[in-house]
């Protein structure tokens, strides 16, 4: 009698469980405030008043009031070099900044100073993109290949130190495969999971389970085969449900085959076919709090959204950005072109 009271109530609560009904979205207004002399490409949102960003030209700044103020400053390296910064992250109210190219310098950036945690000195070497996992003591960054094998950087000390990792210990890459520096979304964090999505010669998702010490890697029909197609971002609902968006960065108004969906981790991805979808995207994001449903990409061809997954899609602006990315469902910052911009859905 009791087990049958139990199952009643759990039907009963099940019943009462209201479906998330996604939302139409025809077209969006987004705040624009101006950056001078850098693009940006990286973005670290902290809520709805407060956005940190690294761009070209060695500038970091952030915003603590929604917008109305802007402290930037240049960082130099030995008094010359400007690093050009494509790769954010944050932990315990530090900032971490990756530039790319020759040298590859990573900056932990406080209150009180800049330091200088990780440098790299190589003809080849060049960082794309970098996060932290939810622990916040682990974190990871990627680049493109020195040797036969993805540039891969670890931190287990909540970005104290950080160490590249032996190509022994990774899988191997292929001659004209690389990772783009598009958006700072090539890379997915989830719990101790992590997705790394690649480009050029293949188009190619590789997924460690256990912080980056051992790795799977799966195919995908993304469109690949030289330089500039592949994929540019990667995002997951879910450790089951993920997207994958990017292209080809030399044609960008063809939607050949640059977008796919998974509902397996990653172990097999699916081509979105319908020809109306947008065309090259450097980011696509999940909407939080949405079960996967609602989703929005951009690109220097504009801004798309899909309240299916990502089956389906329609322009609602044509503004170019790089990157977006989310505090909650009402909320998200954008990142451009000597731009930041703020979005607000209803």
Do not use: C
């Given at each position: 009698m009791r087990g049958l009271l139990i199952l009643f109530c759990l039907m009963l609560i099940l019943g009462c469980t209201k479906k998330y009904e996604p939302r139409i979205i025809d077209n969006i207004e987004i705040q624009e405030f101006k950056i001078d002399s850098t693009s940006i490409r990286a973005i670290k949102v902290v809520d709805e008043q407060t956005v940190y960003f690294a761009?070209?030209?060695?500038?970091?700044?952030?915003?603590?009031?929604?917008?109305?103020?802007?402290?930037?400053?240049?960082?130099?390296?030995?008094?010359?070099?400007?690093?050009?910064?494509?790769?954010?992250?944050?932990?315990?109210?530090?900032?971490?900044?990756?530039?790319?190219?020759?040298?590859?310098?990573?900056?932990?950036?406080?209150?009180?100073?800049?330091?200088?945690?990780?440098?790299?000195?190589?003809?080849?070497?060049f960082y794309d993109a970098m996060q932290f996992f939810d622990d916040g003591e682990h974190g990871i960054a990627v680049g493109d290949p020195t040797e036969d094998c993805m540039s891969l950087l670890l931190t287990n000390d909540f970005g104290e130190t950080w160490k590249k990792v032996s190509c022994d210990k990774l899988p191997k890459i292929t001659e004209g495969e690389a990772f783009f520096?598009?958006?700072?979304?090539?890379?997915?964090?989830?719990?101790?999971?992590?997705?790394?999505?690649?480009?050029?010669?293949?188009?190619?998702?590789?997924?460690?389970?256990?912080?980056?010490?051992?790795?799977?890697?799966?195919?995908?029909?993304?469109?690949?085969?030289?330089?500039?197609?592949?994929?540019?971002?990667?995002?997951?609902?879910?450790?089951?449900?993920?997207?994958?968006?990017?292209?080809?960065?030399?044609?960008?108004?063809?939607?050949?085959?640059?977008?796919?969906?998974?509902?397996?981790?990653?172990?097999?991805?699916?081509?979105?076919?319908?020809?109306?979808?947008?065309?090259?995207k450097s980011c696509v994001q999940y909407v939080p709090e949405t079960t996967g449903k609602e989703v929005f990409a951009v690109g220097k061809t504009g801004v798309s959204f899909s309240n299916d997954g990502g089956q389906n899609w329609k322009e609602v602006s044509k503004e170019a950005y790089y990157a977006i990315q989310f505090v909650d469902k009402y909320t998200a910052w954008l990142a451009g072109d000597k731009k930041i911009g703020k979005l607000i859905l209803k």
């Open positions: 761009g070209a030209n060695g500038i970091i700044g952030y915003t603590k009031d929604g917008g109305n103020s802007w402290n930037t400053k240049q960082i130099t390296y030995k008094d010359s070099i400007k690093p050009h910064f494509r790769s954010i992250a944050m932990q315990n109210n530090t900032i971490f900044a990756l530039s790319i190219a020759n040298p590859a310098l990573l900056y932990k950036i406080t209150d009180k100073d800049t330091t200088i945690v990780y440098k790299e000195e190589h003809p080849k070497v520096a598009a958006s700072n979304t090539n890379i997915k964090t989830l719990g101790s999971s992590v997705w790394i999505a690649s480009g050029g010669k293949r188009a190619r998702v590789f997924r460690s389970d256990n912080y980056g010490k051992t790795w799977k890697v799966f195919e995908t029909p993304m469109i690949q085969g030289n330089g500039p197609q592949g994929i540019y971002s990667i995002d997951v609902a879910n450790f089951k449900r993920g997207i994958i968006m990017g292209g080809d960065f030399s044609k960008p108004n063809k939607n050949k085959a640059n977008k796919a969906i998974t509902t397996n981790g990653g172990k097999t991805w699916s081509i979105v076919a319908d020809k109306q979808n947008p065309s090259y």
